[in-house]
Every structure is written in structure tokens, then in C-alpha cells.
């Protein structure tokens, strides 16, 4: 008794969770991913921030060697600093997983 938790002062274990296995997941594709690039097509904000970073939904256009290009929508915290980088009409370099091309991870 008399211990008191804030709402949304402290993530879950669920949202702790999730993020340890997108961190993973990045880390993985940063190391096996495939080279490619995808054009911004369009962007919004979630309204979920992580670090202090706004997580944006982008809509691409993703090209691989070998493959057509295809529409992917991708979730991923940015920077606030460089933001302005992924603008749509932008091409920015993305990680290809090879075994599910509609997950990458921008960067």
C-alpha cells in the first residue's frame, strides 16, 4: 500500500517487450539485411513518441537488385533532427529482409 504509479510514467513489460524485440529486429536487418532504397511516397505521425523521437508511418516505394519495386508501409522512430530528410519524393537507403521483403528498416 501506499505505492502509486503515474499512467504513462512507466512503459509495460509488454511495451518494454515490443521495443527490446524492434531493437533486435534492427539490429538484425543493420547486419543480414539486404541493400536497397525507397522513395517516401507519404508520412505521418503516430502520436507515439520513443526517446523522445516521434515515430512516423511512411509509405514507400521500395527497390532491391533483382526485384521490382513494391509498396511498403514501415513504422520507425526518427530524429527529430534530420526529420526533414524524409520528405515524400525523398530516396533515402533502406535494409531488405530477405526472407519477408515488406519489413525494412530505414537507415
Known amino acids: ?10 512503459p509495460s513489460d509488454d511495451q518494454l517487450a515490443a521495443f527490446s ?3 533486435a529486429d ?6 543480414t539485411g539486404l541493400i536497397g532504397q525507397a ?7 503516430t502520436g507515439m513518441t ?3 523521437n516521434p515515430q512516423i508511418e511512411f509509405d514507400l516505394l521500395v ?10 508501409t514501415h513504422r520507425q ?6 526529420l526533414a530528410n524524409f520528405q515524400p519524393g525523398a ?10 521483403p515488406t519489413r525494412v528498416l530505414i537507415g
Open 1 to 10: 500500500m501506499g505505492q502509486f504509479k503515474q499512467l504513462g510514467a512507466t
Open 21 to 23: 524485440r524492434q531493437q
Open 26 to 31: 534492427a539490429q538484425r536487418l543493420m547486419a
Open 39 to 45: 522513395t517516401v511516397e507519404s508520412l505521418r505521425d
Open 50 to 52: 520513443i526517446n523522445d
Open 63 to 72: 527497390t532491391v537488385d533483382g526485384r521490382e519495386a513494391y509498396p511498403v
Open 77 to 82: 522512430a526518427v530524429s527529430r533532427l534530420v
Open 91 to 100: 530516396s533515402i537507403p533502406v535494409r531488405v529482409d530477405p526472407a519477408d
